[in-house]
């Protein structure tokens, strides 16, 4: 079975510039996470969708940074204009449902902003 | 509101010593708890969780955790140490909150 799947793995942008990310979940999973993880740090929760739902979005940076979760499967999370502080990895997770179910990750995105 | 603490940020154990890697949490009632792993470059991958019942906890690579109510503690233990292990370790309550993480060298 394949895992959750993420490109690109490495993005180095300009700041201002908007980046996209993109992640395929593990077939059948309704619950996708999008973390972001500075260096040093363990992951921070920017959203969860519940399928099509945003269902917890209070960490996310609702000013610059958007995502969407079509037909419940794929997501994109996207940031425009890119700051220097954006600079981290972001990484997804699926699981079956929310709550007491296991998280799998995606290797991530490594971006880092110029 | 929940959180996490891992109060060792660097730990260095000889290969084939016992580890403990020390994890406390906040949480208003009987909290779901994991342990991830992660390698340089890669996602993280969990080693075991606790949701209820027996509160000593089997993972996987010969990791074990014991849930400790009175302490709110949640500790990783192995009883010998491979040069495989080198990685970053995280704590998790919720499963949505994660600890800062502990980074394990392993020396010859």
């Known amino acids: 079975e394949a895992g959750v799947v993420q490109s690109p793995r490495y993005k180095i942008i300009e700041k201002k510039q908007p980046v996209a990310f993109w992640c395929n979940p593990i077939?059948?999973?309704?619950?996708l996470y999008w973390y972001r993880q500075n260096l040093g740090q363990g992951p921070e929760l920017l959203i969860r969708?519940?399928?099509?739902?945003?269902?917890?979005d209070s960490q996310l940076p609702k000013d610059r940074f958007s995502a969407e979760r079509l037909k419940g499967v794929d997501s994109t999370l996207k940031i425009q204009p890119a700051e220097l502080g954006d600079s981290a990895v972001y990484l997804c997770?699926?699981?079956?449902?929310?709550?007491?179910?296991?998280?799998?990750f995606g290797p991530g995105t490594r971006l880092l902003v110029l | 509101a929940q959180s996490v603490t891992q109060p060792d940020i660097h730990i260095t154990v000889s290969e084939g010593a016992s580890l403990e890697l020390r994890c406390n949490y906040s949480y208003g009632a009987t909290p779901y708890l994991f342990w991830y792993v992660q390698s340089p470059g890669q996602g993280l991958q969990l080693l075991l969780k606790?949701?209820?019942?027996?509160?000593l906890v089997q993972g996987i690579k010969g990791f074990e955790a014991e849930f400790k109510r009175s302490q709110s503690s949640f500790n990783l233990r192995k009883p010998s140490v491979h040069w495989s292990d080198a990685a970053e370790y995280f704590c998790?309550?919720?499963?949505?909150?994660f600890g800062k993480g502990t980074r394990l060298s392993v020396i010859a």
């Open positions: 606790y949701f209820s019942g027996d509160t």
């Open positions: 077939s059948g999973h309704n619950t």
């Open positions: 969708y519940e399928n099509e739902e945003a269902v917890d």
């Open positions: 997770a699926s699981s079956l449902s929310a709550g007491s179910e296991t998280q799998y």
């Open positions: 998790a309550v919720g499963p949505l909150v």
